[in-house]
């Protein structure tokens, strides 16, 4: 019995990761890449050569963390630092909550449908992969 | 600084997951399709539309413990039934072992560089696809 | 502040690992071997060249297991098959709990100081491997 | 069926461990010391008499750290704290991220081989002994 389909089609999640690679190889930082649904469920994960193995995990996180909270984990970070209002919410979720950039929402017609979680260089560096990941859905 | 290479390309990997998915397609079951390479780390997942959520995780594990003990999981899981010289297997490693048919190992050469493991329908399903998938590594 | 000594000290500990990588040697299968001492606490660990990277944690947690319950975890399996007194143990402490052969406690003067551990072949080959490092603490 | 090598053999890390722990010796701080592979997956472990249990995990997570990332542990600590760009990166790869002082790469030809962690005294000392430890890789 299929499933009810949740937003994001694998042929979209593989443009999405194919625009995400194209700004890393342009940068020169090799990334690991993921991809969830409305769900927050994986679609689709890469890693390119030579992409560091801890951020497998990360990018992963990262795609849920920004589905799960519809905001980029760059912008739930800026509120959970030391002190701040959600200080300790990365200590939630059975530790899939990342706080740092590199994860963005997917939106089509205003509505989160999705998230891509990019990791593998500076927080820079994985949010400009990111939104350039994000920007293919819309093409 | 980049690390070492370990034995299954980005490139490899998505022939592997497209061989996978023909088959996948030819018996009609949506599937999850995870490959994983020599250090047993993911390098890339792919969830057809409909396939089981719960099974993404399992796709990602099959592979794992296809590579972690160069064995087919089918084949682990002959002895790891009660009774047999490895149940009780699946407590360890956190919960990423495990023993049903999908996982198998990567070959070249005589020697696992990786694995695929394979998740969304019967257990012959799930092994029929991951062989395969297994098998476009040497194309 | 150094803490209280407790059992098998650094030196014992690679006696018993090298024992055991002699049997291994001679029925040629390479092995994970693990020591922990009479805190159950690891000591030692080994994996020699082509070991099985998911019998890391399972030597390691057979080592544990064998001093936690003070008992080979070949004994221990024999009572956590289903419908045994112990089945479902291999559920608690965390995942640590093996219940099949390869664990072997360490004993001084019919005391239990510590475990020995091994993982990397069949059942038998464990239990052998295991039981010739743990011979080494006699030596 | 034999896995493929991964880049640091058993010789290696043993040679690697003693020279931390010669290291340690000259300091007078027992130490705990891992070595992991180009996978992330340990090699060789040792705990020097007296040193803390608790390092045990720590020892081994801070090679795995330092291997996921191609960085020394203290480094991306630098990078980690309250505000920086990677706070919260400790909550990722189930608890086994360490962001202070004691995981050092293995290199071989600029490549990343595997990494060595060390835990049991302050973060300069295990700093000290993991950097005499990596040393030895080259010798």
Same mark, same amino acid.
């Given at each position: 019995?299929?499933?009810?389909?949740?937003?994001?089609?694998?042929?979209?999640?593989?443009?999405?990761?194919?625009?995400?690679?194209?700004?890393?190889?342009?940068?020169?930082?090799?990334?690991?890449?993921?991809?969830?649904?409305?769900?927050?469920?994986?679609?689709?994960?890469?890693?390119?050569?030579?992409?560091?193995?801890?951020?497998?995990?990360?990018?992963? *996180?990262?795609?849920?963390?920004?589905?799960?909270?519809?905001?980029?984990?760059?912008?739930? &970070?800026? *509120?959970?630092?030391?002190?701040?209002?959600?200080? &300790?919410? $990365?200590?939630? *979720? $059975?530790?899939?909550?990342?706080?740092?950039?590199? &994860?963005?929402? !997917?939106?089509?017609? &205003?509505?989160?449908?999705?998230?891509?979680?990019?990791?593998?260089? !500076?927080?820079?560096?994985?949010?400009?992969?990111?939104?350039?990941?994000?920007?293919?859905?819309?093409?």
């Amino acid at each position: 019995m299929a499933g009810k389909s949740l937003g994001v089609s694998l042929e979209a999640a593989r443009k999405i990761i194919q625009a995400g690679q194209e700004k890393a190889k342009e940068i020169g930082v090799p990334m690991n890449i993921a991809v969830v649904d409305a769900g927050a469920n994986l679609v689709a994960f890469e890693r390119m050569e030579g992409a560091w193995i801890g951020s497998i995990d990360i990018a992963i *996180n990262k795609a849920f963390t920004s589905r799960a909270f519809d905001i980029e984990t760059k912008a739930l &970070g800026e *509120n959970s630092q030391s002190g701040d209002q959600f200080f &300790g919410i $990365h200590a939630s *979720n $059975h530790g899939r909550v990342m706080i740092f950039a590199g &994860g963005v929402p !997917l939106k089509q017609a &205003g509505e989160v449908v999705g998230a891509v979680g990019v990791s593998g260089g !500076l927080g820079t560096q994985d949010q400009a992969v990111a939104e350039a990941a994000a920007g293919a859905l819309a093409r």
